[in-house]
């Protein structure tokens, strides 16, 4: 049995964001064309009222929530209260009107920094609030956490097939290479890149290069997410990862090397590492038969093309 058909009318809310773009272009590419979205410039999710108005009005048969406010460490921990206010209301404003217009199938993608920050690694699904959270991004985490929560209550209330999915860290097209905003990954890629048109001979990275961290590239991501949508159907919130992690350290020299950098790598303690570890047990999600594809390498390579392609017209 699957829950998707080919007719199905899917609403992609966050359609122009770095998940929600590679689903909306998986999903074409799979046949799947009735689909609609609207960017944050013509319809603010944040707004209850016109967040169900749009759903009453287009009527979707499935909702892939993909909207939310992310961003890095540094973003993270210098708005808190951004990232917690924001993402609840986002979601709150999309989960309240799918279930006010009985939307069969939703959705909703979440972290894997909803896990406490010494959870043992690889983290397995179960360790879903069992501890406290990594500070730097707990505001965020706790507004994943009532997302999870809120599809679980309405599975439980309402007996509405509503799953959720917690991707690892996400790379790849369309990801914001702004320095103050963006991910370790993208940051890196755009700071060595420069440092190797420059010619400088240092370049330097945050924190100790000690954490780990596992890196999902979005065409995967999106892979899982049609897959979830066609074939799962249970309480927990799923994760989607690769099942392999590497140092900060490690990251940096892949990049230095992806972007043809051979200065100095020098690193700024001052900067907050994070959570030591962050690697996602991905035994549940393989066993429904989806497995990531794309390795780390492979993945670099093309999205430093897509920056190279597309440096002119990202945002600053
Ligand atoms: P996190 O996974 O929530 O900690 O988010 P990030 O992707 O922002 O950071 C991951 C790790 O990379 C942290 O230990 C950061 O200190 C480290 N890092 C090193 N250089 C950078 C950088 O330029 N930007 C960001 N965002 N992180 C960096």
């Not at 209550?153 to 999915?165: E, H, M």
């Not at 991910?183 to 945050?206: D, N, Y």
Request: some cysteine; hydrophobic content about 40%; aromatic content about 8%.
């Amino acid at each position: 049995m699957t829950f998707l058909k080919p007719s199905d009318r899917i609403y992609v809310a966050g359609h122009s964001g770095l998940a929600g773009s590679a689903i909306w272009r998986a999903l074409q590419a799979q046949g799947y064309t009735n689909l609609v979205g609207q960017t944050s410039s013509t319809l603010d999710l944040r707004d209850h009222n016109a967040t169900a108005d749009y759903i009453s009005s287009q009527e979707p048969d499935v909702i892939v929530l993909a909207a939310a406010k992310v961003g890095g460490i540094a973003a993270n921990n210098d708005f808190p209260v951004d990232f917690i206010s924001e993402n609840l209301r986002i979601q709150t404003s999309v989960l309240d009107a799918a279930l006010t217009n009985r939307v069969n199938r939703v959705l909703f993608l979440g972290s894997s920094c909803i896990y406490p920050k010494l959870a043992p690694q690889p983290i397995n699904e179960d360790s879903l609030l069992t501890g406290p959270l990594e500070q730097t991004n707990q505001a965020y985490a706790l507004a994943k956490i009532a997302g999870i929560v809120q599809v679980q209550s309405t599975r439980k209330q309402y007996g509405l097939p509503w799953i959720s999915a917690m991707p690892t860290n996400l790379y790849g097209p369309g990801d914001n290479f702004n320095p103050a905003g963006a991910h370790v990954l993208p940051a890196l890629l755009r700071r060595f890149h420069e440092a190797t048109q420059s010619q400088a001979k240092e370049v330097q990275v945050w924190g100790t290069g000690s954490p780990r961290r596992e890196f999902l590239h979005v065409d995967d991501l999106a892979a899982a997410c049609i897959h979830l949508l066609k074939n799962y159907d249970d309480d927990i919130a799923l994760n989607v990862g690769t099942g392999e992690d590497i140092s900060i350290k490690e990251l940096a020299e892949m990049i230095a090397q992806t972007t043809g950098f051979t200065g100095r790598i020098t690193w700024d303690t001052t900067k907050p590492d994070g959570t030591p570890q962050k690697l996602l047990e991905v035994s549940r999600i393989n066993a429904t038969g989806w497995k990531a594809s794309i390795d780390l390498a492979n993945g670099l390579k093309s999205t430093y093309q897509w920056y190279l392609d597309n440096v002119s017209t990202l945002r600053t």
